[in-house]
């Protein structure tokens, strides 16, 4: 059971007085600091005729997402160029706000909550988009990677996406105000032309939807011949959350690479210096690949970043790369941590939490999560 009414008369209580002292552009906020902005449109946003057509959850959704939607400029925000500047604002908020739902409400652990919590998360990190979507070098594709997030979070969507930043430029005090409504106008009915509006777009195939969302210039409504000789499983997770069983479960007789018993067979400490675990790893999974066996990639690979990088190694040998994320409630994490062999410090696990993204549709032929 989710307490709504909870999160969203204390979720923002730690964020206050710093959200007072964020100061923004008196160009593009008048209003003030980031604070009345945050109250600004939160009102606004309830005003809206698109936040009162949906339904009580999503709307729940929305609020808590346009509470937390500026955290980000908290650690972010500089002065430059006489002005006030919150680069990449957006991205950080969408983990800050990850982070204390998951940690401080306990909205983690089970299907529902984790999809409510991401929910949260994708209208943080994307909301800064839609206004900029037309001067984009492929806004289509963009737009799709954003709606095939819907196939894991169903209450995610770029309709709910432009509601938030509709909302975000009337919670605002400037000149160009109505330009932007204008483009986030022109966003949505990009959106809608392209059949993402409401949801991920129904490709032909997964491995059309996985090249087209790759970034390769391809016709989405055509169905590509599929190339691949079988699965690479690349698994990801915070420490503690059963990966090694979860593989002996339901993967037991598939090879598995795992970095931890690389390092242990290597006497190399997770805090000393890495590349030596990654190359070895590496270049066993150039020998498994060049065989076409199918295999395991064991490692936590909390960011986009580091599934980027294996997941283009693997594919340029054609496998078919699905991605296995896990995850489980708090308590549950640290005790299962604390019970096994290799204890990793709970201050490692706070700070790789921080870090988490979990993964997105477009990042693999095929994404998955499982509360463990």
Known sequence: MIEWSHIESTVLGRYVQRLRQCQQSQVYHAEGDAYIHTLLVCDALKGLPEYNEMD???????????LLHDIGKIPTTVFTDGDWHSPHHAPTGSRMARELLWKDYGVCGKKELM??????CLLIRYHSFPPFAIEQKRPQMLLHRMAADGLLVPDF?????????????????????????????????????EGCFDGC??????????????????WKEQELYDDTWGEVVLMSGLPGTGKDTWIHNYLPE???????????????????????VANI??????????????????????????????????????????????????????????????????????????????????????????AV
């Open 254 to 276: 598939i090879p598995v690479i795992s970095l931890d018993d690389i390092r242990r067979a290597n006497k190399i400490q997770p805090s000393e210096e890495q590349g030596l």
């Open 56 to 66: 009580e959850r999503q709307q729940h959704i929305l609020n808590i997402a346009a």
């Open 157 to 193: 969507s770029i309709k709910m996406l432009c509601t938030l930043c509709k909302a975000d430029a009337l919670g605002r005090n400037c000149a160009d105000q109505q330009e932007v409504l204008d483009k986030i106008a022109l966003c949505e009915e990009l959106a809608k032309e």
């Open 281 to 370: 790893a590496r270049e066993q999974a150039k020998v498994y690949l060049r065989w076409h066996q199918p295999f395991v990639w064991n490692a936590t690979n909390i960011t986009a970043q580091l599934r980027e990088s294996l997941i283009s190694l693997f594919e340029t040998y054609h496998a078919h790369v699905r991605i296995v994320y896990l995850e489980t409630d708090w308590m549950t994490l640290l005790e299962r941590n604390c019970s096994r062999e290799y204890v990793v410090p709970q201050s490692v696990i706070e700070k790789m939490l921080g870090k988490t993204v979990l993964p997105e549709i477009y990042e693999a032929g095929k994404v998955e999560w499982y």
């Open 115 to 120: 999809e409510v919590r991401e929910a949260v």
């Open 201 to 218: 777009y129904t490709f032909p195939s997964p491995h059309t939807r996985r090249v087209f969302l790759s970034g390769r210039d391809v």
